[in-house]
């Protein structure tokens, strides 16, 4: 009797099975450490205004600079991974003082030292990140890098929506009145989120893998610390993805948005929430698209979705529109985040690849910045909706500009990685 034939679904599966231990690993320290970083991240800023006395401007001044900082190393991190072939020692570093200076928090009594703490553990994140991407870009032959990195990215969004749950659990026990926890009781939750990434740093030890390869010719001739060493296809990318990256600023103003059109602030941490489900999702759903319809196609299709999204936001007037709104902005994050990273690593050659991470997150860093300044200045002149349709006009400029970009591999070498 004829075997029925395999199912969509079960062809979906059977991709992913297929994908090697250093992906599952990597994709659970995600996981892992931003479940950590998330048990933190949504009581900071009430922390530091209400316990510490922070302004809005410092808190933005901790978070803005702490990222920049991050953007800057990754540049660094992954030259030197490229120069010295070692990846899986940089990722280590970097996840290990994430685990050491977070329970910091504990301790802290006014906002220079939550700056301090956060900006290293930060430089922990610059460490790690296009070491850990080049990484993982080396483990799976480039038809299944899109399927990779959406998987790793999935994960990664998935502690985003296990970190507030503990974070919200937690403080509910520890705090006497849950309404109007104290200080102490902020602090006590900070002691807890280091346990994820401590867990996380075993998985790297016992099951993250890195190929030993023989010293090359290339060794005796080391690769330059210039964007010069790439081709001009590449660097057109950046440019595209820098002049994107413009239109994007921080997701705080769609929150605050979606307060404006109706939803209660205590709504606001769930909604949150379900963007990260659908970030979890569509992140699944698009890396593995990207492998066979093209990576350029993908990412102009999400840069299409952030512009109607921001366009909707314009206009929204409701709560039930904010919630939709959120939700198709998962698919934004879905279709893209992964994709991109898969795309670097297609146009670029394997000893250069941390490097190009480096650079990569060098266009996004030196942009994203002034897009939230940008941003915030035209709401405050010309009103929400002025700001938002602005954005959504820079989104589809860049998506037509990067029609320019042949986003091939750069030689023979490429597709053998």
Not at 150 to 176: C, E, K, M, Q, W
Not at 206 to 227: G, M, Q, R, W, Y
Request: net charge neutral.
């Amino acid at each position: 009797m004829d075997q029925p034939p395999e199912t969509k679904k079960s062809r979906f599966w059977h991709r992913y099975s297929g994908l090697p231990t250093n992906v599952f690993a990597l994709s659970l320290v995600s996981l892992l450490n931003d479940t950590s970083s998330e048990i933190i991240y949504p009581l900071l800023p009430v922390f530091l205004f209400l316990t510490l006395g922070a302004s809005p401007f410092f808190i933005g001044l901790i978070e803005g600079f702490s990222e920049s900082i991050a953007s800057i190393l990754k540049l660094f991190s992954g030259y030197l991974s490229d120069r010295f072939h070692k990846r899986k020692l940089p990722v280590f570093l970097g996840y290990s003082l994430a685990a050491v200076v977070r329970p910091l928090l504990a301790f802290v009594s006014s906002w220079q030292q939550v700056l301090a703490v956060r900006m290293t553990d930060r430089i922990g994140k610059g460490i790690r990140g296009a070491p850990r991407d080049a990484l993982l870009a080396a483990s799976v032959p480039r038809e299944k890098r899109g399927l990779a990195f959406g998987f790793n990215r999935a994960a990664d969004h998935l502690g985003a929506v296990i970190g507030p749950i503990i974070a919200f659990l937690t403080l509910s026990y520890i705090a006497s009145d849950p309404e109007s926890p104290t200080a102490r009781d902020y602090q006590q939750v900070f002691l807890f989120a280091s346990i994820p990434v401590v867990i996380g740093l075993f998985v790297i030890i016992f099951f993250v893998h890195e190929e030993t390869k023989p010293v090359k010719e290339f060794d005796s001739i080391p690769i330059k610390f210039s964007i010069t060493e790439f081709d001009a296809n590449f660097k057109r990318f950046l440019v595209v993805t820098a002049l994107f990256t413009l239109s994007n600023s921080t997701d705080a103003f769609l929150l605050l948005r979606a307060q404006q059109a109706g939803i209660a602030p205590p709504m606001l941490p769930l909604l949150w929430m379900v963007l990260h489900f659908s970030k979890v999702i569509c992140s699944v759903i698009g890396g593995d698209i990207s492998d066979k319809f093209g990576r350029k196609q993908l990412i102009i299709a999400g840069w299409i979705v952030y512009a109607l999204v921001y366009a909707g936001f314009a206009f929204v007037d409701s709560p039930w529109q904010a919630w939709a709104l959120f939700i198709v902005y998962g698919a934004y994050f879905g279709l893209t985040e992964g994709t991109e990273k898969a795309l670097v690593a297609d146009m670029v050659e394997e000893e250069k690849r941390g490097t190009a991470y480096g650079f990569y997150s060098l266009a996004f860093g030196i942009t994203v910045f002034p897009a939230s300044l940008l941003f915030g200045l035209l709401w405050s002149q010309f009103g929400a909706a002025y700001a938002f349709i602005t954005s959504a006009a820079i989104s589809i400029i860049a998506a037509v500009a990067l029609l320019t970009v042949n986003t091939k591999p750069a030689n023979a070498e490429v597709l053998s990685k």
